[in-house]
Every structure is written in structure tokens, then in C-alpha cells.
């Protein structure tokens, strides 16, 4: 999978400015800048969640995985296509601002097929109407496997009715039909999302840390092979504080949802700059009553939610800084 991204990285990164092999510039070529990286999931004692996001580009220039918000239990991390740089638009388009749900009746080329919940696939609803005028700009042929997502988006959060913690990847792959073999002319249309549950596990499955990279063939460890590995990084944490030894122990026996959440929040800001190297990364938290919060808030600045946002509820996940007390 990751030459094929890093192909499209490629492409998607010179095909607006560069000379075809026959002289011909094209200007007019759409570009997708891809997020790069990798997401860790901690689901801790009481369903707090830890979460964090690494950025690990996959091009020059490439943008980091970005957080929004998707609804009242529910923030969302994407990878992969996630900024486009439109002809004669002065801003790229960055699909996590301005997200809006969009039902299943009003989406005429979408059913339901009952991979997920209602309210996570109006989220993926939205997603594909945001993309579908998008992708359709694309006219060369894409060196991407049929089964490799174009944008990925990590849905972290709470289920309805009292299910609890929950993390679901949400996939977009895409489609070409060549049009004109002598101009290499291409059509191109985003499928219908695909919906994986990564937590919680199996009953009875052991409870460990999600984690998901893009590329998924990532060489980087995981957090988890880290631990389970006794990596001299986790080593020098483990004898270090007996709060971490604790958490390292909980997940290394398939119990992390015993950890402390304090103690789990500090483990990951300890272990984060240690796996990220010079890369920058983002640690935030949620929980079922109180909301999301940031642990280690982004670089870049967060715009304020819209105005007709204001009705939503104050226990609603937002990404802005919440005042301390």
C-alpha cells in the first residue's frame, strides 16, 4: 500500500504544476495533499478515552492528520485526502471545516447497508457528498490499489443508549473508467464508505490499545509492540514511575481498560515525543460527561465553531480550548 500512496502523493503533489511527458502543462489539475500518520486509542477506567495523533508525512508539504468535530459524543481524525487545492480557489478546500451531517434521504445515491450505527453513517454520508464533487475533478490515472482508501476518517467517541466507548475507521476508496486512451482521460467516483469497528472488542477479546496508520504498512512500530517488546523506551518509563508501570502492565495483559485515565494521559505525553522524534503530534481526552478536551493542542490555530452551532449542548465535544476552572 505505501507506494501506491506515495505515488499518489506524488502525483497529487506535481500533477497541478508540472509538464506532462508531451510538453503539455496542466494547470487546471486538481490536487490532493495527503495526511500522513499514525492514530493511538486508550480506552481507560470509567470509558475515558486518551487519544493521539502523530503526523508522519507521506510527502513534501504534506498536511497533518486533523481533528473536528462530528456530532455531540463523537470527534473524528482524518488521513489520507483530506485537503484539495481547487483551480481559481485562493484556499484549499480542508475537509474538517465546515462539516455538516447529511441524512440518508437526502443523499439519492446512498442506502444504508447497516455497517453502523445511524448517526455514524449520516457522518460518512457527509463525507462522501463533500468528496463526490471533488474526486469527480480528477482526470489521470491513479496508481492506488482498488482496496486502498483514499480518505480515512477515525471516529472516536461514545455509542447511543448507554454503548460506551467506541472507534471506527471510515473508508473512501475510489473508482476510474478510462474515457479517451489517447488523451489517457479518466472518470473518477468515490464509493460508497466502508465502516470497521476496532473497539470495543470481541466479549471476551483482550482490551489493548487501537492504533491505525496511514499508510497502514507503516514500518514504525506500534505503541503496543513497543510494550510488548519491553523496548528500552518503555523500559526507562516503566522503572521510572510506578504510575506508568501500571498503565504499561494494564495493557500489556489486554486490560488497558483499567488504567487510570490520569495515569494513562501522562503515560502517553511521556511516550509521545519519545515515538514521534522532531515529528509533531496532538493528545487529547474525552469523557462520556464532560466532553473532549486537549492534552497537547495543535500547532495551528483552531477557528471557533459557526454561529448556528450555538444551540448544541455544553457537553458536546468541541475543539476549541475549554476555559480552566
Known sequence: MCAALVALAVLATFCASTVGAQGREQEDEIVANLAGGRIIVHVAKDGDIIFAAINEPVEIGGVPPR????DARHVGILLGASEWKVPAEPKPVRLDKNFERVSIGQSKQYQSTGEAEPDLETI???FLERLRPLVGQLRHK??????????ELVIIGYGTNG?????????FRVQQVQISTREDY???????????????????????????????????????????????????????????????????HGQAQKAA??????????????????QPFVL??????????????????????????????????????????
Open 124 to 126: 460518512g454520508i457527509g
Open 142 to 151: 491513479l496508481d492506488i490499489a482498488p482496496d486502498d482508501p483514499l480518505l
Open 186 to 252: 479518466w472518470q473518477t467516483r468515490v464509493l460508497r464508505p466502508r465502516f470497521t469497528q476496532l473497539y470495543p472488542p470481541e466479549k471476551h477479546a483482550p482490551r489493548t490499545l487501537v492504533e491505525i496508520s496511514y499508510p497502514q504498512d507503516a514500518k514504525e512500530p506500534t505503541l503496543k509492540a513497543l510494550i510488548q517488546s519491553d523496548d528500552p523506551i518503555i523500559a526507562q518509563l516503566r522503572s521510572g514511575d510506578p504510575r506508568f508501570a501500571k498503565v504499561i502492565e494494564a495493557v500489556d
Open 163 to 171: 454503548y460506551g466507548p467506541e472507534v471506527w475507521t471510515v473508508e
Open 67 to 70: 481533528l473536528l468535530d462530528l
Open 261 to 278: 485515565p490520569a495515569d494513562a494521559a501522562d503515560f502517553m505525553r511521556a511516550v509521545l515525543p519519545l515515538m514521534a522524534g522532531k
Open 284 to 325: 487529547g481526552k474525552m469523557e462520556e460527561a464532560h466532553g473532549f478536551d486537549w492534552i497537547v493542542p495543535p500547532e495551528e490555530p483552531v477557528e471557533k465553531a459557526k454561529e448556528e452551532d450555538k444551540n448544541r449542548p455544553p457537553e458536546a465535544p468541541t475543539l476549541m480550548r475549554r476555559p480552566k476552572p
